[in-house]
């Protein structure tokens, strides 16, 4: 069974910092892209960041400068560090791994105070 779990969302002043972790059971990771989504209210869920087996990287052009996504295999773990948070990326952050089918975790929250 797989499983995804997000965790180390949290409320953040403007221009503060949080590290959001990813880890999964059921599946291993470094085979795999694994993406962070976002959704914030009353809005769709659009991306943010992915990172491929290969370790490449992508960005929205909305975080790209600000966030950094990374992994660690060992830990089968992938973050998404925030930095210059702006109460716009106030969402619940989703994980994701490109699989078929693929697979989500059921989120956690970042509240940016504005």
């Known amino acids: 069974q797989v499983q995804l779990v997000e965790s180390g969302g949290g409320l953040v002043q403007p221009g503060g910092s949080l590290r959001l972790s990813c880890v999964a059971s059921?599946?291993?990771?470094?085979?795999?892209?694994v993406g962070w989504y976002r959704q914030a209210p009353g809005k769709q869920r659009e991306f943010v960041a992915s990172?491929?087996?290969?370790?490449?990287?992508n960005y929205a052009d909305s975080v790209k400068g600000r966030f950094t996504i990374s992994r660690d295999n060992a830990k089968n773990t992938v973050y998404l560090q925030m930095n210059s948070l702006k109460p716009e990326d106030t969402a619940v952050y989703y994980c994701?791994?490109?699989?078929?089918?693929?697979?989500w975790g059921q989120g956690t929250q970042v509240t940016v105070s504005s």
């Open positions: 059921g599946i291993m990771f470094r085979f795999y892209r």
């Open positions: 990172i491929t087996s290969g370790s490449s990287t």
């Open positions: 994701n791994v490109d699989t078929v089918p693929s697979y």
